[in-house]
């Protein structure tokens, strides 16, 4: 019941289902429900509550529990938020895969952790899958859907219509891979970053802007492989036009950064007199980006409806 467990109860709440929280210590989930409720009355205030249930419709569909036999029962999809520990979570999934039957989903969180590392030698392998939000899920709706090797199709496409029948935009992979796709993408972004502020190239603060004013802006509505579309007559086109100068600017790039040393203390130093490392003043700040989330996915549901 941490942040990610939170934010699913309330994703799957706003979908209109039945979510029981579950954790080993009953003070975390007190304060899990009134964080919820919180955040609930404060979106439905603004504007921004999600599904088609009230507030208190929605607060009346979770309740919490400490006890994990009595947590499961019933359940036809269990979403594990443990830490990304993979002996914690190989403990808890193999708690669950003595008391769940042959038709419910067991699904994790784990944002790095291969599905053959987490269930293999599970009973319930087949019934096994990792669904991976984007922190926070209830602002980010993309989920990472990744199979074990032996998880049958009818898991995936389960887990497959269930998020997008609770709003969110679940992705296949087609199999496992480190790091899945979105972290790949992230790595490969963060890496170039750290390499160019590292090497002088940029300020750490201009930086952050070139993606947030710049290919941030794009990418809030279409990937790169559509830019890549856009940005010339087709893909085909854009590669007979740009592929030489790719591979120009791509052999340039160095080696993978330690992210140690003077750009740590570079970058660190920018951000902090940006945004102070103080807890009031980060949570404030990510207040602020959920709420920009909010907005920007009110925005692209109003033009898709369009």
């Known amino acids: 019941s941490g942040l990610i467990g939170r934010s699913w109860a309330m994703v799957f709440a706003a979908g209109g289902f039945k979510v029981k929280l579950y954790d080993i210590a009953q003070q975390q989930l007190t304060s899990a429900l009134e964080n919820i409720r ?14 088609a249930l009230s507030a208190e419709q929605q607060l009346a569909l979770i309740s919490v529990c400490t006890d994990l036999k009595a947590a499961v029962e019933g359940a036809t999809f269990i979403q594990e938020c443990t830490p990304e520990d993979l002996e914690l979570k190989k403990k808890i999934f193999g708690q669950l895969d003595l008391i769940v039957g042959d038709n419910v989903i067991l699904s994790s969180s784990t944002s790095c952790l ?21 922190n ?10 990744v199979p074990h090797p032996e998880t049958v199709p009818s898991t995936t496409e389960r887990t497959y219509a269930l998020m997008k029948k609770i709003g969110q935009s679940p992705v296949k992979l087609n199999r496992e891979i480190e790091g899945f796709v979105l972290n790949r993408l992230q790595y490969a972004v963060i ?4 390499r160019l502020v590292g090497e002088g190239v940029i300020s750490p603060t201009d930086l952050d802007l070139v993606m947030s004013d710049g290919l941030g802006m794009r990418y809030a509505f279409i990937g790169p492989l559509e830019t890549m579309h856009l940005n010339a007559e087709g893909v085909s ?3 007979e036009r740009y592929a030489e100068g790719m591979r120009l600017v791509l ?10 040393g003077e750009t740590v203390q570079k970058v660190n130093q920018a951000l902090s007199e940006k ?5 009031k003043v980060l ?6 980006r959920d709420e920009c989330l909010t907005g920007l996915a009110k925005l692209k549901t109003q033009m898709k409806s369009d």
């Open 237 to 239: 086109n854009y590669c």
């Open 191 to 194: 890496s170039e970053a750290w």
């Open 38 to 51: 919180k955040q609930m009355k404060e979106m439905e205030k603004s504007g921004f509550l999600k599904g």
């Open 275 to 279: 945004i102070p490392v103080v807890p």
């Open 251 to 260: 052999n340039t790039f160095g080696p993978i950064p330690e992210f140690s």
């Open 283 to 288: 949570d404030a700040r990510r207040k602020w």
């Open 136 to 145: 926070p899920p209830y602002f980010v709706p993309l989920v990472e859907i």
């Open 114 to 134: 291969l599905p053959s590392k987490l269930f293999t030698g599970l009973k319930h392998v087949k019934q096994c899958i990792v669904s991976h939000p984007v």
